[in-house]
Structure formats: C-alpha cells, structure tokens
C-alpha cells in the first residue's frame, strides 16, 4: 500500500524578491496533489542543494522575475552536477523569455514555464518526468 | 529478490547512512513516507544501532512561532558546535492530499550548513499511521550521528501529539493570543508537555498567559510528588532570538533530571516504546485488506462493534487471530 507523491521543491535564487508568482504556484500545486517543500526567496545555489538532497524532491522549481535567470541556472546546474544530484529534474517558472529557452534546454533545464503557461502543462511535466501519477481534485485548481 | 540478498542490501545501506551519506538517509525517509515494507529491514538494522541521541519535540498552533524557536535553536546549537537534524511535520490538504511544506523558510540561513540537516514531512491523512512514519524517519535521523534532533509539529489532533510521545523532552509553544493557553488545557496537551513556552513575548498579554499556563502546570504537578520533573514556563521572542538561552537551559535541566532520576527516564522509555509496538500492530493490521478489499480489517470490525454485531472482546480476539 505504497503511497507515492510528487514532492517539488521550490526557491528563489539571489536577490530575486517577487515571491507572490511562486507562493500561487505552490498553492496551485499542493491542490493538484504535490508535496511542495517551499524555501521562498534569497537562496544560494549551495543552499537549494542541501535542501534538495535531505528532502529527496523529485523535481526542482526555480521561479525567476528579473533577468539575470540565465547566470543563475547555469551556475545552479553546475554546482548540481558537482553536487551529484543533477538527475533531478529542474523546472523554471516566471519571467522566462521565449528567446532564451533553447540555451536553457541546452544547459539541462527540462521543463520552462513562462508567462501564460497553464497549470494542465505542469502537471503533465511533473507526472512526466517523476512517472508518478497527481492524484490531486484538479476541479478546485484553474 | 532473495531473503539472503535482502539482508546484504540492507547492510549497505545501514553503512551508508551510518557512514554519513546524506542521499541514503533521504531515500530511505521517502521509502518511509510511502510506507513501502523494503524499508523494514534496513530500519531493523538501523533501530539495533540507535537510542542514543536526545530528541525534542516542538508542537503548538498554526503561527505561534515554532519554526522561528527551531531556527534560533539552530543558530545557538551551532555556536555550540553541535550537529543537529530537524524534522518538520506538517498537514497535509485533505481535499488534494497535496502539501505545503513552508517550515525551511523560517531556517532558510541554515541550508548552506553541513552541520544541520532539515527534512520536512506531510501528514498525508494517515489513519495513525504519521506518528509511526515520523518514528521511523527519527530511528534514520538517530543512525545519521547527529547531536540533537529537533522535531515540529503542529498541535492540532491526536495525530500530531502522538508523533510527541517519541521525543524525550516535549515543549509546548503557546502565545498571549486567542487563549491558546486555554485551548491547551482542553486539548490535554499539559499532559504531554515537559516543558512550556509562550512565544510572542512582545505582544500583549503575554505575562497574563504565564501566569495562567504555571497556574494549570502546577496544579498537574501538586499530585505527582517531590520527585516528579516541575515543567517550567518560560517567554520568548523568538522573531528577536529572546530567550533561546534560557530555553536550551530549561532541555539541559530536564535531560539532567533524567540523568538523576533513571527510573524516570526507563519509564520514558518504556512508554515510547510501549506506544511505538502499539503502532506497529496497528499498521499491520490496517494493511489486511477485508472481504471488500474496500476496508482494511481494522476499519471493518470498528463497523461490527458500533453495530454491535460484535462484542469487542470478541472483535479483539478476531484481529488478534488474524495477525497470525
Ligand atoms: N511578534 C512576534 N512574531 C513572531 C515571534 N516569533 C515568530 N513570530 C512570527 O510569527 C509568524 C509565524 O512564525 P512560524 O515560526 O512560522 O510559526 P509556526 O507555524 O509555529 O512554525 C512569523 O511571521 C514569525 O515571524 C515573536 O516572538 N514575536
Ligand atoms: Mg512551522
């Protein structure tokens, strides 16, 4: 009677403070079914990591709302690969532009959400990439 | 996959939580969590090796301030030198059976910090079974060698307090608000507490809840004998780190107390133990499907005896039987 759950971990990296983007998504998330391990904002690459490791999270969600999300990523990846973690799967979600999504994919990222992605999208990456099933009353999310 | 390779496999993974590896030990918690049976002998293995590591307990409404007492905890214990692991409990939804774990974000500048280590944990709706997933994960968290462990909870059902009966020092954290001192006293959480604190210390009434808390502690206490631990209540602030001092104080004292009264402390021990066994023969019952396969046998002879279509003698001796 095993009981499987998608548990997301999500974060804010450097100086990044609009927070109210990834709060509504952690809220959205949690009523699909999702544990959501939420370390909010001002977080190191190094930090997320440690977090990312004692909670075994199946995917990690970076939320970004200023530009410099490409340096950061990178640096993030990097440290993860070190870090021998860089099986998990890491999704980016906020201000994301379109132009830039090809040297994202390119560096690891798996799943990017920008403006106008729906909660269905989510939801089918993260049962996608963690082959566990969201078992959340979606009804009450849109 | 053979008995034999089962015990082998579960021998290199007690050595490699035991050696320090941190991913074993989080696997091996989420295992837990799924309440998947390839946990149990690992777990077998790492509960021989454990006991040893003093465990507090943190529980208290919604708000009062306990991941905020954690992380100022952390930051003394550090000072210290000592390596210390938390686990962080909290509800689950019971429409989407998803979660919002948020506790990290009170300790958020620990993260970077080897020497602690944060897992957060959901209640997930579990018919008793929370307080046997948290004992698990905290027999996983003993074997990893930290100092302390420090495990939070929210007070809000039986659920919640019956994790408390794993710690060996169990702090109750109310506030001068809503008359959460009042609640506690129904909630009969003074029973469990062994020691009090009323946080947000900063904001009015706070010296009034004091005052009420020691006056229902003390009236517990008066039966119980000279010898009996006196919990102290103590104010804090944790948001202005306020009083953490004297609160790590207050745990030394009453693991002291046990240090001088070791009949006290096997009685401790004997009673987690007692309500841990109990758990366990919950949890294997629960996992017998009944006729329906819709009910576990637990559920379905409940049934029986609220119809009385069973007596409950009789129904005990069933499940009893059934184990078998
Ligand atoms: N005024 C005041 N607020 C506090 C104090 N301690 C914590 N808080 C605030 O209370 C809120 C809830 O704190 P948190 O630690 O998350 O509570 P928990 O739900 O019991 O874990 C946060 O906004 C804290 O900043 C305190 O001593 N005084
Ligand atoms: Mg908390």
């Known amino acids: ?142 | 996959m053979s008995a034999a390779a089962d015990v082998r496999g579960a021998a290199q993974i007690t050595a490699a939580i035991s050696g320090g590896d941190l991913r074993s030990a989080a696997r091996l918690i989420t295992r837990i969590e799924a309440a998947d049976e390839a946990a149990a002998p690992v777990l077998a293995q790492l509960y021989a090796r454990g006991g040893s590591t003093p465990i507090v307990g943190l529980t208290g409404p919604p708000g009062a301030g306990k991941s905020t007492l954690v992380d100022q905890m952390l930051a003394q214990y550090r000072a210290a030198g000592e390596r210390v692991a938390v686990l962080a409990v909290d509800p689950s939804s019971p429409f989407s059976g998803g979660a919002i774990l948020g506790d990290r974000v009170r300790m958020g500048r620990h993260n970077t910090d080897p020497g602690v280590f944060i897992r957060s944990m959901a209640a997930r709706g579990r018919l008793g079974g929370l307080a046997l997933a948290a004992a698990d994960a905290l027999t996983v968290l003993d074997a990893m060698g930290w100092d302390r462990i420090l495990i939070e909870t929210v007070g809000v059902g039986q659920n919640e307090i019956e994790i408390l009966r794993h710690a060996d020092t169990v702090i109750i954290v109310q506030t001068p608000a809503g008359g959460d001192a009042v609640q506690a006293v129904k909630a009969g959480i003074l029973e469990v507490g062994d020691l009090f604190v009323v946080n947000k210390a900063d904001t009015a009434g706070a010296d009034r809840t004091v005052a009420a808390l020691r006056e229902a502690v003390e009236f517990r206490t008066h039966a119980l004998g000279a010898e009996a631990w006196q919990p102290p209540v103590l104010k804090t602030e944790a948001a202005g780190g306020v009083g953490i001092r004297e609160l790590l104080q207050a745990i030394d004292a009453h693991h002291q107390h046990f240090r001088d009264h070791p009949k006290q402390f096997a009685a401790r021990r004997r009673s987690q133990a007692r309500a841990r066994l109990v758990e366990c023969m919950a949890a294997a019952l629960r996992a017998r499907r009944g006729d329906d396969e819709q009910h576990d046998i637990f559920d379905d002879t409940i049934d029986d005896v609220v119809a009385r279509r069973c007596d409950p003698q009789t129904a005990a001796k069933r499940l009893v039987d059934s184990m078998s």
């Open chain 1, 1 to 142: 009677m095993a009981q499987e759950k998608i548990r997301c971990l999500l974060a804010m990296l450097g100086t990044d403070v609009h927070s109210k983007g990834i709060r509504t998504l952690a809220q959205l998330l949690r009523d699909r079914g999702v544990e959501v391990v939420y370390l909010g904002e001002h977080n190191t690459a190094d930090g997320v990591i440690n977090a990312l490791i004692a909670e075994d999270a199946d995917v990690l969600g970076l939320s970004y709302s200023t530009a410099t999300y490409l340096h950061y990523t990178h640096d993030l990846l990097d440290k993860m690969r070190k870090a021998g973690v860089a099986d998990v799967p890491v999704m980016l979600g906020g201000l994301i532009h379109a132009d830039d999504e090809p040297a994202l994919r390119e560096m690891g990222v798996k799943g990017i959400f920008g403006p106008g992605s729906g909660m269905d999208q989510i939801a089918a990456f993260l049962q996608d990439v963690t082959g566990k099933s969201l078992t959340g009353d979606a009804s009450s999310s849109t």
